[in-house]
């Protein structure tokens, strides 16, 4: 764990941002075209990048970056240093890239009777020192209503130290939740709702509210997002495994094979298909769910499969750890698999079948896990990965071959930018972006766990995990706040980046919908005499 000295925080730095970035201000977005739009980094830095090569997810060239007041000016090669005043970074032999997104995290989150342990603070520390600029968090209604939760996650995100969007879960339905789904849209910046198919007695959703909440999207130009899994079926496994004895860690995943994420991914897909509105299945995990996308995409359906970085690169053998602490570090939902699903999912991957990764970032620590040591259904559900993912899919795709550094820069970053239609502002290192920039060194290696990790949670599922590519330097919106190993990050200095609702998933719908509606040949007209 990160000792306080460790993260220098510069409180008379947070003081002075505080002021400049109120806590309840929110940025205008660039109106989904992108630009720099209207909130700059403001503090006048300066910033020379040399030497490197610059990654897009379109083109990789070797140029160098100038950076001014937060936003990238400059990417050409050869851009002379100027004046004293600008501070040059030799990125000679190193690869230079845009900050990570991460699409999925559940920053301070009320759970299953506890609290996420990584807050706005510590979340933003640990995705900064891992190369992470920007995250899409999930507020939760509070009691089904939305307004209560968004006003709620602003205050959560008082103590942001980088950029933050947000998605909304729906977890019930009346017509005030259908009304709050457009003020969400229209007021707050909100461009995607998540609807969980399991955690029956919480979180869940019937097929009817689901089918509401499609059609609700579709109407709003808004994303809807499933957990996919049958929550039903999982409250039966579960009780199964109880019957059996079985009340240890192993028993989350054999209450909940693949089979029922298979079986809710399909059954998403089809209503998505059938409201004809486009669908993004959160962490995908194993093979079964990725083949519903795979034959949805093959005929044309619009889905977008994230699979996230635990149920890429881990195996459910932890799960039947003897030691409790360990076991339990590896619960969450869906279940990790068995090995060979991380290998397929890395596969389809590659081939564009999942087009980014997330982390799901839910963090708890070895007290929060042990609140299940007799029941495996009372285990907080949740892995760490916020500092984790841009490593780790660096050393397991792009140092095996398994993709270019471009589609490294596409999975990371640029794809997720696109999808919440943020781009080219997030996800670029263009003339206007933010500069939100990654410094990797291809040539240095990492070893990852509690020892160096950011996170307030005292485990880590990917302790001792060795590989190669380093980010070497994070810039946030134009300031240096990771280098050397060392962190510079300022409580009150991230800003809300709104997302804009119509993004490029809903381009064609009103023509598609027009062909449906022409090809009913319906309603038949027939003669009074006939009938
Ligand atoms: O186990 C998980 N995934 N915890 C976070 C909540 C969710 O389902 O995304
Ligand atoms: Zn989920
Ligand atoms: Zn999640």
């Known amino acids: 764990m990160a000792t306080p000295c460790r993260l220098m925080l510069i409180l008379l730095a947070a003081v002075a941002a505080a002021a400049s970035h109120p806590a309840h201000e929110f940025c205008a977005a660039s109106g989904g075209g992108g630009g720099a739009g209207s909130c700059g980094g403001g503090d006048g830095t300066r910033i020379l990048i040399k030497g490197g090569t610059v990654v897009n997810a379109h083109r990789a060239e070797e140029a160098d970056v100038y950076i001014e007041d937060g936003v990238v000016v400059a990417v050409r090669p050869n851009i002379p240093v100027g004046d004293d005043n600008v501070k040059v970074i030799d990125a000679t032999g190193k690869y230079v890239m845009p900050g990570g997104i991460d699409p999925h995290t559940h920053l301070e989150m009320e759970f299953m009777g506890t609290v996420t342990i990584d807050d706005f603070f510590s979340g933003h520390a640990a995705a900064l020192?891992?190369?992470?600029?920007?995250?899409?968090?999930?507020?939760?209604?509070?009691?089904?209503?939305?307004?209560?939760?968004?006003?709620?996650?602003?205050?959560?995100?008082?103590?942001?130290?980088?950029?933050?969007?947000?998605?909304?879960?729906?977890?019930?339905?009346?017509?005030?939740?259908?009304?709050?789904?457009?003020?969400?849209?229209?007021?707050?910046?909100?461009?995607?709702?998540?609807?969980?198919m399991a955690y029956k007695g919480s979180l869940m959703v019937t097929d009817d509210l689901l089918l509401q909440g499609l059609q609700k999207c579709k109407s709003l130009g808004a994303l809807a997002m499933v957990h996919a899994e049958n929550g039903d079926a999982v409250a039966e496994g579960q009780q199964r495994m109880i019957d059996l004895g079985i009340t240890g860690p192993e028993g989350h995943a054999l209450s909940r094979p693949p089979v029922l994420e298979g079986e809710a991914t399909s059954r998403a897909i089809r209503l998505a298909k059938f409201v004809n509105t486009p669908l993004y299945v959160v962490h995908v995990m194993s093979i079964d769910a990725m083949e519903e996308i795979a034959k949805a995409k093959r005929e044309g359906q619009r889905v977008i499969g994230e699979p996230v970085v635990s149920g890429l690169?881990?195996?459910?053998?932890?799960?039947?750890?003897?030691?409790?602490?360990?076991?339990?570090?590896?619960?969450?939902?869906?279940?990790?698999?068995?090995?060979?699903?991380?290998?397929?999912?890395?596969?389809?991957?590659?081939?564009?079948?999942?087009?980014?990764?997330?982390?799901?970032?839910?963090?708890?620590?070895?007290?929060?896990?042990?609140?299940?040591?007799?029941?495996?259904?009372?285990?907080?559900?949740?892995?760490?990965?916020?500092?984790?993912?841009?490593?780790?899919?660096?050393?397991?795709?792009?140092?095996?071959?398994?993709?270019?550094?471009?589609?490294?820069?596409?999975?990371?970053?640029?794809?997720?930018?696109?999808?919440?239609?943020?781009?080219?502002?997030?996800?670029?290192?263009?003339?206007?972006?933010?500069?939100?920039?990654?410094?990797?060194?291809p040539k240095r290696s990492f070893v990852m766990g509690t020892h160096t990790h950011h996170s307030r949670s005292n485990t880590n599922v990917y302790e001792g995990r060795k590989g190669k590519g380093l980010v070497e330097v994070t810039i946030s919106r134009g300031r240096v706040v990771w280098e050397d190993g060392n962190l510079n990050v300022v409580p009150g200095s991230g800003r809300y980046i709104r997302t804009p609702p119509f993004g490029y998933l809903f381009d064609g719908i009103e023509k598609s919908d027009a062909i449906y509606r022409a090809g009913l040949r319906a309603p038949v007209v027939r003669s009074k005499a006939a009938a």
């Open 313 to 441: 690169v881990l195996d459910d053998s932890w799960l039947w750890d003897p030691d409790f602490a360990t076991a339990s570090k590896y619960v969450m939902s869906p279940p990790i698999r068995e090995a060979g699903h991380g290998k397929a999912l890395q596969a389809a991957l590659s081939s564009g079948i999942l087009q980014l990764v997330g982390t799901d970032h839910c963090t708890f620590n070895s007290t929060q896990k042990a609140f299940g040591s007799d029941d495996f259904r009372k285990i907080p559900n949740g892995v760490n990965g916020i500092e984790e993912r841009m490593h780790i899919i660096w050393d397991t795709m792009v140092e095996t071959g398994k993709i270019t550094v471009t589609d490294y820069v596409r999975v990371t970053s640029t794809e997720c930018a696109k999808i919440f239609n943020i781009y080219p502002r997030k996800g670029a290192i263009l003339e206007g972006s933010d500069a939100d920039i990654i410094i990797l060194n």
């Open 129 to 196: 020192a891992g190369g992470t600029t920007m995250h899409i968090d999930f507020v939760i209604p509070v009691n089904g209503n939305l307004t209560a939760g968004i006003e709620s996650y602003k205050h959560k995100a008082e103590k942001s130290a980088m950029d933050y969007g947000f998605h909304m879960a729906i977890t019930k339905w009346d017509d005030e939740v259908s009304r709050e789904m457009e003020v969400m849209v229209k007021e707050h910046g909100i461009n995607s709702f998540k609807f969980f």
